[in-house]
């Protein structure tokens, strides 16, 4: 077969494993649909820029238009009159699912294989194993994820090693917190949980793959076709499907193209159409607009919901930078019964459970659980109350199951399902969707809450140490701000990249919208009612970073005060003082992956924000492709 992509210096005789002839072929023969992803891509860009230009607020869709790339009518995905997909066994019940990369950075096989066999011994009813959001991308990380996955699944003799130790390590901590053993029979335990995986949006370029001229390349089809391809045999042996979550989706249009994606391996493989299963994450507001439109552009591949928190925020607040009245508050305000959240999961709860033309509802799975019980007794007793007073609001809600971001929280949220009891909620009645001006209206509305300096230095400081930490590798990080470092009352919550996104982007609201704030703060003097402006965002931006530089080598490594964090406080300021909005915190990072050249990143930073204003370009391919 004459190849088309290129691949970076190495990888192929490193990783001959995952870059098999099989999946070479199958890349191949997915590369035609590139070019529609990056015309999709620039799609995305020209509607964000016109809303901007025209303070155009979002709409639904006109009932009369067909969902490009299908032949189903708005009208007709709204009425349920399209194929949809059964739900398989293994998904029937999926109470607790767990997220979480299978790679570490600079980190052996062997440990990577330890991140899965936490995962597939924690007793979650399937775990999501990201290539996204939590999976950093440092080195060869991408690559390292697809083989701890393809080894845990053929049941490796390395990774049965692993799991028979990593078994009596979780043992050991459950008996000290639960006083009894949650792994009775370790070889039986791997096959209770469902494998799932999360592949990269369509807005991100692989850093390994290219095509011939230079152009990025999809790193949702490199994923697509790594898992899918090397794996599916080894999930038939196993009686599990194929499952994937489909990220940062925006519109029906890009749902559709996933679907010919998923279509075309199948049909590339000679599998049935179908075969593949997807979760679509609602992290995105234009989503909550074409939600049937999306569950029928995806037919017969589409399970299920998942509402996310933090990327879905920060949509909102991207879709509404034109409107200077629309402000957000502190963002621990702004939880899942907050305004135009309350709207949007009941918008998704009522989707799902409308019945496609064969009677046939999708699942909906709950938001994240960020919780991590280590802490001092009376934080982690706090915040596991916290965490399954979220779960029993969710199951009530309606909800199948939630996420957690760590093992040691399923054993914890599960029991709320548990003495629910139904496997699932498929079916449950709620009220027809309805396309409203102010069913619109809802979907940005905002509520009375705090806006406060204390809010703004939470934000600053979860936003650096997360910039920080992508650069190191971590993409998932336990972090908490820096006033309560040390302060074992406060837990650290799990963050990945949606993190970073969401605080980067009230700061820029409130700095670029005047926002007023609502308490007198007394060590920097602001009163009530004064300006987050410029000088204040400079003053706390310096005195988070100086508390960074100050910490101990436990919450900031000390080999990364020097390299990494320097660069995030560079990434931190530009993007949030820049007059324009930039669409992704996340392209920045990218840029400036293995640099820790403060010159070279700047100059990197200056070139994209230039590029973008420009035209709208972003800059994504990898700078250090050889």
């Given at each position: 077969m004459t190849r088309t992509l290129e691949y970076r210096n190495g990888v192929l005789t490193a990783y001959p494993d995952v870059?098999?002839?099989?999946?070479?072929?199958?890349?191949?023969?997915?590369?035609?649909?590139?070019?529609?992803?990056?015309?999709l891509m620039s799609a995305r860009t020209q509607r964000r820029l016109a809303r901007a230009r025209d303070h155009r607020p979002l709409a639904f869709p006109d009932p009369e238009l067909l969902i490009p790339r299908t032949g189903i009518s708005v009208r007709d995905a709204r009425?349920?009159?399209?194929?949809?997909?059964?739900?398989?066994?293994?998904?029937?019940?999926?109470?607790?699912?767990?997220?979480?990369?299978a790679a570490r950075p600079r980190g052996n096989t062997e440990a990577g294989l330890r991140n899965v066999a936490y995962a597939l011994l924690s007793g979650a009813d399937g775990w999501m194993f990201d290539g996204e959001d939590a999976l950093g991308q440092v080195n060869f990380m991408s690559l390292d994820n697809q083989r701890s996955l393809q080894l845990a699944l053929a049941r490796d003799p390395l990774f049965l090693r692993v799991a028979e130790e990593v078994a009596g390590e979780m043992n050991q901590w459950a008996e000290a917190f639960f006083g009894r053993a949650i792994v009775a029979d370790w070889r039986e335990q791997l096959d209770f949980t469902t494998v799932l995986f999360r592949?990269?949006?369509?807005?991100?370029?692989?850093?390994?793959?290219?095509?011939?001229?230079?152009?990025?390349?999809?790193?949702?089809?490199?994923?697509?076709?790594?898992?899918?391809?090397?794996?599916?045999?080894?999930?038939?042996?196993?009686?599990?499907?194929?499952?994937l979550y489909l990220p940062k989706i925006q519109t029906a249009e890009e749902a559709a193209l996933w679907n010919d994606l998923l279509a075309a391996l199948e049909g590339y493989l000679g599998l049935p159409v179908g075969t593949i299963k997807a979760y679509v994450l609602v992290e995105q507001i234009e989503a909550a607009f074409q939600l049937m439109e999306i569950r029928a552009a995806l037919g017969r591949h589409f399970v299920g919901f998942n509402t996310g928190r933090w990327d879905y925020i920060n949509s909102v607040a991207d879709a509404m930078t034109w409107d200077p009245d629309f402000i957000n508050p502190n963002?621990?305000?702004?939880?899942?019964?907050?305004?135009?959240?309350r709207a949007y999961e009941d918008r998704v709860r009522r989707a799902v459970n409308t019945p496609d033309r064969n009677g046939r509802c999708a699942l909906w799975q709950g938001g994240m659980e960020p919780n991590i019980p280590v802490g001092s007794e009376a934080g982690v007793t706090a915040g596991m109350k916290r965490a399954r007073a979220g779960g029993e609001r969710e199951q009530l809600a309606g909800a199948s199951g939630k996420w957690v971001a760590h093992w040691k929280m399923v054993h914890i949220v599960r029991p709320v399902w548990e003495v629910a009891g139904a496997?699932?909620?498929?079916?449950?009645?709620?009220?027809?969707?309805t396309y409203?001006?102010?069913?619109?209206?809802?979907?940005?509305?905002?509520?009375?809450?705090?806006?406060?300096?204390?809010g703004a230095r939470d934000l600053l400081s979860v936003a650096l140490q997360y910039g920080n930490a992508f650069g190191r590798g971590f993409q998932a990080a336990a972090l908490k701000p820096a006033d309560f470092f040390g302060n074992d009352d406060v837990l650290y919550l799990m963050e990945d990249m949606a993190t970073g996104e969401i605080r980067l982007s009230i700061l820029w609201e409130w700095l670029h919208k005047g926002a007023k704030l609502t308490d007198d703060d007394p060590a920097t003097g602001v009163?009530?009612?004064?300006?987050?402006?410029?000088?204040?965002?400079?003053?706390?931006?310096?005195?988070?970073?100086?508390?960074?530089?100050?910490?101990?080598?436990?919450?900031?490594?000390?080999?990364?005060?020097?390299?990494?964090?320097?660069?995030?406080?560079e990434i931190v300021a530009a993007y949030v003082a820049n007059p324009v909005k930039l669409p992704w915190y996340i392209d920045l990072l990218n840029l400036n992956l293995d640099n820790h050249d403060l010159v070279a990143a700047r100059s990197r930073i200056r070139a994209y924000i230039e590029a973008f204003e420009r035209d709208g370009t972003r800059i994504t391919e990898n700078q250090d492709f050889i």
């Amino acid at each position: 077969m004459t190849r088309t992509l290129e691949y970076r210096n190495g990888v192929l005789t490193a990783y001959p494993d995952v870059y098999t002839s099989a999946a070479l072929d199958a890349l191949e023969a997915l590369a035609p649909l590139n070019r529609d992803r990056r015309d999709l891509m620039s799609a995305r860009t020209q509607r964000r820029l016109a809303r901007a230009r025209d303070h155009r607020p979002l709409a639904f869709p006109d009932p009369e238009l067909l969902i490009p790339r299908t032949g189903i009518s708005v009208r007709d995905a709204r009425a349920g009159n399209f194929d949809g997909s059964e739900i398989p066994p293994r998904l029937q019940r999926q109470w607790i699912q767990g997220t979480g990369p299978a790679a570490r950075p600079r980190g052996n096989t062997e440990a990577g294989l330890r991140n899965v066999a936490y995962a597939l011994l924690s007793g979650a009813d399937g775990w999501m194993f990201d290539g996204e959001d939590a999976l950093g991308q440092v080195n060869f990380m991408s690559l390292d994820n697809q083989r701890s996955l393809q080894l845990a699944l053929a049941r490796d003799p390395l990774f049965l090693r692993v799991a028979e130790e990593v078994a009596g390590e979780m043992n050991q901590w459950a008996e000290a917190f639960f006083g009894r053993a949650i792994v009775a029979d370790w070889r039986e335990q791997l096959d209770f949980t469902t494998v799932l995986f999360r592949a990269r949006g369509l807005h991100l370029d692989d850093r390994h793959v290219r095509e011939q001229d230079g152009a990025g390349f999809s790193a949702s089809i490199v994923d697509l076709v790594l898992y899918v391809v090397n794996n599916h045999d080894r999930l038939r042996a196993l009686e599990s499907p194929v499952v994937l979550y489909l990220p940062k989706i925006q519109t029906a249009e890009e749902a559709a193209l996933w679907n010919d994606l998923l279509a075309a391996l199948e049909g590339y493989l000679g599998l049935p159409v179908g075969t593949i299963k997807a979760y679509v994450l609602v992290e995105q507001i234009e989503a909550a607009f074409q939600l049937m439109e999306i569950r029928a552009a995806l037919g017969r591949h589409f399970v299920g919901f998942n509402t996310g928190r933090w990327d879905y925020i920060n949509s909102v607040a991207d879709a509404m930078t034109w409107d200077p009245d629309f402000i957000n508050p502190n963002i621990d305000a702004i939880v899942m019964t907050y305004g135009y959240m309350r709207a949007y999961e009941d918008r998704v709860r009522r989707a799902v459970n409308t019945p496609d033309r064969n009677g046939r509802c999708a699942l909906w799975q709950g938001g994240m659980e960020p919780n991590i019980p280590v802490g001092s007794e009376a934080g982690v007793t706090a915040g596991m109350k916290r965490a399954r007073a979220g779960g029993e609001r969710e199951q009530l809600a309606g909800a199948s199951g939630k996420w957690v971001a760590h093992w040691k929280m399923v054993h914890i949220v599960r029991p709320v399902w548990e003495v629910a009891g139904a496997d699932n909620q498929l079916g449950r009645k709620f009220p027809p969707l309805t396309y409203t001006p102010e069913d619109a209206v809802a979907l940005v509305s905002l509520e009375a809450a705090p806006r406060t300096v204390r809010g703004a230095r939470d934000l600053l400081s979860v936003a650096l140490q997360y910039g920080n930490a992508f650069g190191r590798g971590f993409q998932a990080a336990a972090l908490k701000p820096a006033d309560f470092f040390g302060n074992d009352d406060v837990l650290y919550l799990m963050e990945d990249m949606a993190t970073g996104e969401i605080r980067l982007s009230i700061l820029w609201e409130w700095l670029h919208k005047g926002a007023k704030l609502t308490d007198d703060d007394p060590a920097t003097g602001v009163r009530a009612g004064g300006i987050f402006d410029t000088a204040l965002f400079e003053r706390l931006l310096t005195e988070e970073y100086e508390k960074l530089l100050a910490a101990s080598d436990r919450d900031v490594h000390n080999d990364s005060k020097a390299t990494t964090l320097p660069i995030a406080r560079e990434i931190v300021a530009a993007y949030v003082a820049n007059p324009v909005k930039l669409p992704w915190y996340i392209d920045l990072l990218n840029l400036n992956l293995d640099n820790h050249d403060l010159v070279a990143a700047r100059s990197r930073i200056r070139a994209y924000i230039e590029a973008f204003e420009r035209d709208g370009t972003r800059i994504t391919e990898n700078q250090d492709f050889i």
